[in-house]
């Protein structure tokens, strides 16, 4: 009896001791006598690709296929990367291991569901047995969503895209084996099962989201990152700063509801989590040590080849602890586009680069999220460089807001959605436009309201 008396009073401590912050208290409240009914989830997943880095390791995915036994491979690029040097090398070894393969390089930057049809449709007819991304998000999105629909014959377009857009069925099917080899240092898609497009017809963002879509390998060869325009780096940079922000103060995974029935209707963005926590503090730390290096000098290999790590990192961290509102309201804002073509993408379509449309809403969203997890926004203000050492837990929002504002001026960054093509009329279809993304969205750490978002918008229309 006493050493019952003992864990119990034990278990009290614990309760009294657990962190008060609002969004991150994680209570304990299974002592003896408790009895909960769970309306929210108790557990989390870990799922990440396998992951191999080095430089000129890319001369080893023929033997990777060879390995696996690949008879029919499909090389998925875009009209601008299949000129380029990371393709070739790709293209050398598949050729020197004797790996036969056919290339489809209709890749659109910043895919739409049209073109993930005509890519869909190419991996049908041709029935591949393996598959090969070489290039930014955009293309190892579009080959993650071929793969799923050649193998998924009957499957209709809207059956897997995301709710409430589509009907957000759970992939049950097996999956040929995708190698992806990243290009850019921003999006982590070789590390997850999230595919991102423009959903023509509601003129939003949209995707699918699935552990089931994630590559069998990637390869993140450092050499690749020395092809990116400056621009290029910055605001592929810029995606792995917010990836890592949102999944360090995202809402916790014992607090995101509903409770799945099932483990195959766990999100595959979770909330955040004690190891997601890990990787992403670990991508800001390098976020705030290599990123101005890196976009101001392409020769700086040191700077390059750690925001390429950077990129795997918080992949690994947002992948599961998942992202929020500068994610989710970023999606209309890419998908609105009217008139505006960012330097150094060489596209024949206006386009609000998808590390640009995140992090243009950035200082608004954390200093409106600030209060709900105060401590982890002063470290994240702190990792980036600003003494916070006489700062107030309720000033953290607008500390951590300042410190991006400082970092976007520094890098030349558009001077809000207004140098973008937006005004104060657009707001309203803004808002309309993120309310789709609750599959984002809902993580935020502090509820909000269409009033909460117009607002947000209308902080973002100038950021200096």
């Keep these: 009896m006493a050493a019952r008396e003992r864990v119990v009073d034990l278990l009290r401590q614990l309760q009294r001791a657990s962190c008060r912050c609002p969004a991150h208290s994680q209570t304990y409240t299974q002592a003896p006598g408790h009895v909960t009914t769970r309306a929210t989830d108790y557990a989390f997943e870990m799922a990440c690709s396998n992951i191999r880095y080095g430089e000129g390791v890319t001369n080893?995915?023929?033997m990777d296929l060879q390995n696996i036994g690949a008879r029919k491979v499909c090389v998925m690029t875009d009209k601008n990367m299949a000129k380029l040097p990371p393709v070739k090398a790709v293209l050398d070894s598949l050729v020197k291991n004797g790996v036969n393969f056919q290339i489809f390089d209709k890749v659109r930057v910043e895919p739409t569901d049209l073109s993930f049809m005509e890519a869909i449709m190419f991996a049908r007819q041709e029935q591949f047995d393996a598959y090969v991304a070489v290039g930014g998000g955009s293309v190892m999105d579009t080959c993650k969503v071929a793969n799923l629909y050649s193998c998924s014959p009957d499957a209709e377009f809207m059956?897997?895209?995301?709710a409430p857009i589509g009907k957000g069925k759970p992939v049950t099917v097996n999956l040929r084996p995708l190698i992806a080899v990243p290009t850019t240092a921003g999006t982590g898609s070789e590390t997850t099962g999230v595919a991102v497009f423009d959903y023509e017809a509601m003129k939003v963002k949209t995707g699918i989201a699935s552990r089931a879509l994630k590559p069998l390998l990637g390869i993140v060869d450092p050499l690749h990152t020395l092809h990116m325009p400056e621009r290029v780096a910055a605001y592929s940079g810029f995606d792995v700063l917010c990836h890592a922000l949102e999944s360090y103060t995202a809402l916790p995974y014992n607090l995101r509801s509903p409770c799945p029935p099932n483990p195959i209707n766990r999100p595959?963005?979770?909330?955040?989590?004690?190891?997601?926590?890990?990787?992403?503090?670990?991508?800001?730390?390098?976020?705030?040590?290599?990123?101005k290096r890196a976009v101001r000098n392409a020769d700086d290999h040191e700077a390059r080849f750690s925001m390429h790590l950077a990129s795997v990192f918080a992949g690994i961290g947002f992948g599961n602890a998942g992202v929020h509102l500068c994610h989710g309201m970023s999606y209309?804002?890419?998908?609105?586009?009217?008139?505006?073509?960012?330097?150094?993408?060489?596209?024949?379509?206006?386009l609000v680069p998808h590390g640009l449309s995140v992090v243009l809403t950035s200082p608004a969203v954390f200093a409106f999220t600030g209060s709900m997890c105060p401590t982890r926004h002063l470290e994240a203000a702190e990792i980036l460089g600003t003494d916070i050492r006489t700062v107030k837990c309720e000033d953290a929002g607008l500390v951590l807001a300042d410190t991006l504002r400082n970092l976007l001026f520094d890098l030349n960054v558009e001077d809000g959605l207004s140098a973008v093509g937006y005004t104060q009329e657009d707001i309203?279809?803004?808002?309309?436009?993120?309310?789709?993304?609750?599959?984002?969205?809902?993580?935020?750490?502090?509820?909000?309201?269409?009033?909460?978002?117009?607002?947000?918008?209308?902080?973002?229309?100038k950021l200096y």
Aim: avoid cysteine; glycine fraction near 4%.
């Design 332 to 350: 209309p804002v890419a998908g609105m586009v009217k008139t505006f073509k960012a330097k150094d993408y060489n596209v024949d379509h206006p």
């Design 60 to 62: 080893e995915i023929g």
């Design 268 to 291: 595959a963005y979770q909330g955040s989590n004690p190891i997601s926590d890990v990787w992403s503090k670990h991508a800001l730390r390098i976020v705030a040590k290599y990123m």
């Design 159 to 162: 059956d897997y895209v995301n």
């Design 428 to 461: 309203p279809a803004l808002v309309k436009g993120t309310l789709p993304q609750e599959r984002v969205t809902k993580l935020s750490p502090k509820p909000h309201t269409e009033e909460d978002l117009a607002a947000l918008f209308e902080s973002s229309m």
